[in-house]
C-alpha cells in the first residue's frame, strides 16, 4: 500500500507546490542573481489556509539548492537567538565557528575553514556576530535566507530584526528575508516606524488558486503515487477545497484514506473524503479564526448573514444600528484578517471557505 501523498499538516511542504508558479519562478531568479535582486525582501500575506508556511518552506528548499543557507523561524520570543544558532549550524559545513568572534587562522580543507580564539567572553552584539558569519559565507559566495512565519509586530525581536535586516542589505550582504502572515499583522509592523523600509519590500497577496490549478495539483499528486481519480470524483474534489490550498490538501488526503488499497480513488471515497475534511478544517482553522475575533467584529459578521451573497456596506451598517463609518472599521479589521473580501467599492462577501456556514451554526447555538 503506497502511503499517502497529501499532507494536510502545518509546517510540510506538499509533494506538489500548486498555482504559486510565478511566485516560486521570481523568488528562483532571485537567488541565482544574489544581492541587489528586489524579490529578496518579499512579504506574503494571506488568510490561514493560503500556504503561507509551506511556501516559504519550499522557497527556502529551493534557496538551499542554489547553494544558500536557508534559516527558517517563527515570530515567536528568543527568535533572534535561534536565528544565530541556526546559522552557526548552518555554516558548520562551510566554517570552523565558535562562539567567540575572533579570527585566528584559515585553513584548507573543506570549502572554507575559519579558526577562532577562545576568549572567555563573547565579544559583540546581534547585529555584529551575525553580520561577521554573513561576511564569512558571502566571500565565499554563499547567501544567508531568513524566513519568519506568523509575523507579530507586537514581538520586540521582530522589529529588531527588520531594522538589522536593513544595515545588512545596505552593506550589499548576500541576505534576503521573506516574511509570512495575516494581512492584518503585515500591516501593523509595516505602521511601525522603526522598519519602514519594509513599506518597499515586494508584497504578494496569497488568495485563492484557480480551480484548474487545483484540479492539476490533485490528479498529479493521485497519479504520481500510483493511483487514479475518475474526472467526476476530480470535480467534488475541486469544489469542496474552494481555491484554498490546505483545504485541497484536506481533502485529498481523506479522500485518498477511504480506500487505499483501491487503485483509484472513486466519486464515493471523495464524498466521505469532504465530509472528514469539512470537519478537521473546522477544528484547526475556522475555531482558531473564530476566537480571534472582537465583539464588534462579529456583529459585523452576524449583520452579513442576511444576505445570501454579497453585502452592502450600508445595509450591514443599518442592521449594526451604527454610522456607516464604524461598520467600515470592521470592514477593515476582517478582510485584513482574510475573512471577507471586497465586492466592489460597497460590497463585501466571505472569503474564508466555510465560515459563513460555521457561523451561522455558532450563532444558533447562542441563541
Known amino acids: 500500500m503506497t502511503s499517502n501523498p497529501?499532507?494536510?499538516?502545518?509546517?510540510?511542504?506538499?509533494?506538489?507546490?500548486?498555482?504559486?508558479?510565478?511566485?516560486?519562478?521570481?523568488?528562483?531568479?532571485?537567488?541565482?542573481?544574489?544581492?541587489?535582486?528586489?524579490?529578496?525582501?518579499?512579504?506574503?500575506?494571506?488568510?490561514?489556509?493560503?500556504g503561507k508556511t509551506a511556501l516559504l518552506l519550499y522557497l527556502s528548499r529551493i534557496a538551499s539548492a542554489h547553494g544558500w543557507i536557508a534559516i527558517n523561524v517563527a515570530a515567536i520570543?528568543?527568535?533572534?537567538?535561534?536565528?544565530?544558532?541556526?546559522?552557526?549550524?548552518?555554516?558548520?559545513?562551510?566554517?570552523?565557528?565558535?562562539?567567540?568572534?575572533?579570527?585566528?587562522?584559515?585553513?584548507i580543507g573543506?570549502?572554507?575553514?575559519?579558526?577562532?580564539?577562545?576568549?572567555?567572553?563573547?565579544?559583540?552584539?546581534w547585529r555584529t556576530r551575525m553580520g561577521k558569519m554573513i561576511?564569512?559565507?558571502?566571500d565565499q559566495g554563499i547567501g544567508l535566507l531568513i524566513t519568519v512565519d506568523e509575523v507579530n509586530s507586537k514581538l520586540d525581536e521582530m522589529v529588531h530584526l527588520a531594522a538589522m535586516y536593513q544595515h545588512f542589505v545596505g552593506e550589499e550582504r548576500k541576505v534576503g528575508l521573506l516574511l509570512a502572515g495575516l494581512p492584518g499583522s503585515v500591516n501593523s509592523l509595516l505602521r511601525n516606524e522603526s522598519v519602514s523600509f519594509l513599506r518597499r519590500a515586494n508584497q504578494h497577496k496569497l488568495s485563492r488558486i484557480s480551480d484548474s490549478d487545483i484540479a492539476e495539483g490533485i490528479r498529479a499528486t493521485i497519479e504520481e503515487s500510483g493511483r487514479s481519480i475518475s474526472p467526476e470524483a476530480l470535480s467534488l474534489a475541486v469544489e469542496a477545497s474552494d481555491g484554498f490550498p490546505y483545504l485541497m490538501q484536506l481533502v485529498g488526503y481523506q479522500s485518498w484514506s477511504q480506500s487505499p488499497d483501491s487503485d483509484a480513488v472513486s466519486e464515493d471515497d471523495v464524498r466521505w473524503g469532504i465530509t472528514s475534511a469539512r470537519a478537521n478544517f473546522a477544528e484547526r482553522v475556522l475555531d482558531a479564526t473564530y476566537y480571534d475575533l472582537s465583539d464588534g467584529d462579529l456583529?459585523?459578521?452576524?449583520?452579513?448573514?442576511?444576505?445570501?451573497?454579497?453585502?452592502?456596506?450600508?445595509?450591514?451598517?443599518?442592521?449594526?444600528?451604527?454610522?456607516?463609518?464604524?461598520?467600515?472599521?470592521?470592514?477593515?479589521?476582517?478582510?485584513?484578517?482574510?475573512?471577507?473580501?471586497?465586492?466592489?467599492?460597497s460590497y463585501v462577501a466571505f472569503e474564508l471557505p466555510g465560515f459563513r456556514e460555521y457561523l451561522e451554526e455558532r450563532f444558533e447555538e447562542l441563541g
Not at 552557526?88 to 585566528?104: C, H, I, M, T, W
Not at 561576511?135 to 558571502?138: I, K, V
Not at 451573497?309 to 477593515?332: H, P, V, W
Open 6 to 50: 497529501f499532507t494536510p499538516t502545518f509546517g510540510r511542504i506538499p509533494l506538489l507546490m500548486t498555482g504559486r508558479d510565478s511566485v516560486i519562478r521570481e523568488m528562483e531568479q532571485a537567488f541565482e542573481n544574489g544581492s541587489g535582486d528586489p524579490n529578496l525582501s518579499t512579504i506574503f500575506t494571506g488568510a490561514r489556509g493560503t
Open 77 to 107: 520570543s528568543g527568535m533572534l537567538e535561534d536565528i544565530l544558532e541556526q546559522t552557526r549550524q548552518g555554516a558548520a559545513q562551510f566554517l570552523e565557528v565558535s562562539d567567540n568572534p575572533r579570527l585566528k587562522g584559515l585553513t
Open 110 to 125: 573543506q570549502l572554507f575553514g575559519l579558526e577562532w580564539d577562545n576568549p572567555e567572553q563573547q565579544q559583540g552584539n
Open 135 to 138: 561576511s564569512a559565507l558571502n
Open 299 to 345: 456583529r459585523f459578521l452576524r449583520a452579513m448573514l442576511a444576505d445570501a451573497r454579497e453585502s452592502r456596506l450600508s445595509d450591514i451598517a443599518s442592521r449594526m444600528g451604527e454610522a456607516s463609518n464604524y461598520a467600515s472599521t470592521y470592514k477593515r479589521r476582517l478582510i485584513e484578517q482574510g475573512i471577507i473580501g471586497e465586492r466592489g467599492s
